[in-house]
Each structure stands twice: as C-alpha cells, then as structure tokens.
C-alpha cells in the first residue's frame, strides 16, 4: 500500500517561510502516483486545495488564496513532494495533508479525487 507521510510543519511569526515535505513509499508494485498535492484545513472548516502538480510534465495549479506565495515542486528520485510556504500570514495556520492519485490526468484542488492521504503536519502562523 502507498504510505504518504509529511513532515516540516510548525510554529512561526508572520511573514516567515517553511517547507513542508511528504514522502511517498509503498509504490514498488509499479503503481504511478500521477497526480499529488497538498491540501489544508483549519478548525471549524472545509479542506481546501492549497497546490497541486501532474507528475509527467508538472504541470501545477495553485488555490488563489495563497498570493503567489507557494510553490510546489517535487523530487522524483526521492519520490519526495514538497511545498514551498513564503510570506506566511495567520490565515494560512491550519493542518497540511499531502495527497495522490496513480491516474488522476490532471492537477486538480478537489479533495474528493484523491486516493491516498498522510496523516497531517500542523503549520501555525501568528
């Protein structure tokens, strides 16, 4: 079974930066992992889409709430997703799920689309 598992969230002042990253494993039964993205969702609402990339040609698409701010990018040989947070503001606080799909043909910012999820890495912004 694919295991997602996300790691570099924390505290930080406004207008700082992080990277979160999620590695992927249990892929060696030759399942692709097409589409990934990352998703957050902060207490009391919905999860949202914050990015997401086509593995192929990475193709990304960004949520419009984020300014331009992030940027997400990946790492095939570590089989490694990450998203780069810039110019954080406190809205941006809430928990970070990595997401994957082995053949979703487009970067999409729906949660329901997704197959395979980590467990969360919490970002606070204040």
């Known amino acids: 079974d694919v295991q997602l598992v996300e790691s570099g969230g924390g505290s930080v002042q406004a207008g700082g930066s992080l990277k979160l990253s999620c590695a992927a494993s249990?892929?060696?039964?030759?399942?692709?992992?097409?589409?990934r993205a990352w998703f957050r969702q902060a207490p009391g609402k919905e999860r949202e889409g914050v990015a997401a990339?086509?593995?192929?040609?990475?193709?990304?698409v960004y949520s419009d709430s984020e300014e331009g701010r992030f940027t997400i990018s990946r790492d095939s040989a570590k089989n490694t997703l990450y998203l780069q947070m810039n110019s954080l503001k406190p809205e941006d606080t809430a928990m970070y799920y990595c997401?994957?799909?082995?053949?979703?043909?487009?970067?999409?910012?729906?949660?329901?689309?997704?197959?395979?999820w980590g467990q969360g890495t919490q970002v606070t912004v204040s």
């Open positions: 249990g892929t060696g039964d030759g399942s692709e992992l097409k589409c």
């Open positions: 997401a994957a799909h082995q053949r979703l043909p487009n970067p999409i910012l729906t949660a329901s689309w997704y197959n395979y």
């Open positions: 990339i086509y593995t192929l040609d990475e193709r990304a």
